[in-house]
């Protein structure tokens, strides 16, 4: 006999995607969903079907996040068996009871990191529910102080960039477009899409910090207006064209789509309770196929 | 005929220490030092001796640095080769030269970068001349945000610290004072020292960070300094337990030397030009053997 999924935990999770093959699980690839899943597995190896995860941000190969949010389902007999854990815990420790054992068999070094785990509320949806997501891109360009402890996530670019320029090309781009000319196509999906902010700032180091914030982005989307915008800064594309380029709405070759490298998500906003379950049904029924 | 060297150079540089044996050269073993001295060999393989780099702190394996400093000496016909590098430059462009000849050699994706290089005043010398080291070290506790990007130097620890019961243990320790309780014996070496600063704070992501400066270090003693803290922010050491032990001058069992990897040397102090040579003097004439 089946048992069926009672319970919803929602995790906060964090990882360097360096040495991952992306979020979604893929047959002999090193995953950040076929990692975890494994360690799920390990943990309920006793007590039914191991959950699935579903998430907010299926990321790309070798991008990063520190704010990535996925949810699980568990059965009655799952719960029970994460409070029987030694020591006994009460039910509502029982997400932290998942955090950590998650986290002990992923190891203590290791690159990716459960951060929380919670009962979801109700109607949370990881990957339907969300109001936002916010990526950051991080540039060393040759007027920066080049960390070689942050270059697992700090793209070194040889030229200098021109920061006014690029905040003047992108501060004008956000607003709901077609934005084609910034996506992979896919077949039967939309690109149409929120931008809510795309602005560039140097930190203390110099380095420059791109952040982007879209209810949601369609494939390769950041990548390529990050790559836009460093063409802009090099001088090498006209500031007014970002625009002009996504009212056109065409694939061009007049930038290059940056390496993941530098690329990290960095929070998903979810609505407040009582919208959840709205916010869900609301996207399913405008995106075919949501992406990222 | 061997030609004299008669142009110091000083290099600012920064690495991650994860993946060296340490700054000083060593037979076999991947070193800071040894890496970029092979570097030097290639850029003057036509002109002379290789220079050898004298360092302001002496980092041990696993340790990483933002603000390590070192010199070396050129001489004319090898300012000339830089000078005439493709494409020619002016004299006072060399330092640059040289800086992107060696990151050149290191690699775009290298964990040691030549931050810059530039000639040093008469009477610099790296080792000698500096009047403070700073020291920074990462600690996420379990009150911390574990961010996997940040893991290869900041340590996770498992236990949550009280960071108010470790400052104030660490603050009344400053002064000129004895360390042998804090520092690895060496034959013929005093270990009286001046600690200047020793303080911890939460960052935005609730990391602990130490920060230490003195006009010297012996060994390990910022590691031992750091675990005597840690170890009365978890209840393990009274607070005044780190003076007495200081007071007492022998090394006890009493608390752990901290692993390598949270420790970061961020910067060298150096006196104002004119001080330089006096400094250097002074210091030779009172640390027999100086060491970090």
């Known amino acids: 006999m089946i048992e ?85 815990r009460p039910l509502d420790q029982v997400p932290d009871v998942l955090r950590d054992r998650l986290n002990g068999i992923a190891g203590l070094r290791s690159d990716v990191v459960v951060r929380s785990a919670s009962f979801a509320p109700a109607g949370f949806d990881a990957r339907f529910s969300p109001v936002w997501r916010r990526y950051e891109y991080r540039i060393a360009d040759a007027l920066a102080q080049r960390n070689p402890l942050l270059r697992r996530h700090t793209l070194w670019y040889p030229a200098a960039l021109d920061v006014e320029a690029m905040n003047a090309a992108t501060g004008v781009l956000t607003g709901l477009h077609d934005w084609a000319a910034y996506c992979r196509p896919r077949e039967h999906a939309t690109s149409i899409r929120e931008l809510q902010r795309f602005d560039w700032q140097r930190d203390a180091g110099g380095v420059l910090v791109a952040r982007l914030q879209a209810d949601a982005f369609c494939h390769s989307m950041v990548r390529a207006l990050v790559g836009a915008a460093v063409a802009v800064g090099e001088g090498r594309l006209p500031g007014e064209r970002m625009r002009s380029l996504r009212d056109e709405a065409v694939r061009v070759n007049e930038f290059k789509v940056m390496p993941a490298l530098g690329l990290t998500l960095t929070e998903i906003g979810y609505p407040a309770e009582n919208e959840l379950g709205a916010r869900a049904e609301q996207t399913r029924a405008i995106r075919e196929s949501p992406v990222q």
Do not use: N
């Not at 007590?47 to 389902?73: E, F, K, M, N, Y």
């Open 4 to 88: 069926a999924p009672t319970t919803r935990v929602r995790l906060d999770i964090a990882y360097d995607g360096t040495d991952f093959s992306g979020w979604a699980k893929q047959p002999g690839l090193r995953t950040v969903q076929g990692e975890l899943e494994q360690a799920l597995a390990t943990v309920f190896r006793r007590s039914g079907a191991t959950p699935a995860l579903v998430v907010a941000g299926r990321t790309d190969a070798g991008v990063h996040a520190t704010g990535q949010v996925a949810h699980l389902d568990l059965t009655h007999t799952q719960l029970q068996q994460l409070a029987g854990h030694r020591p006994p």
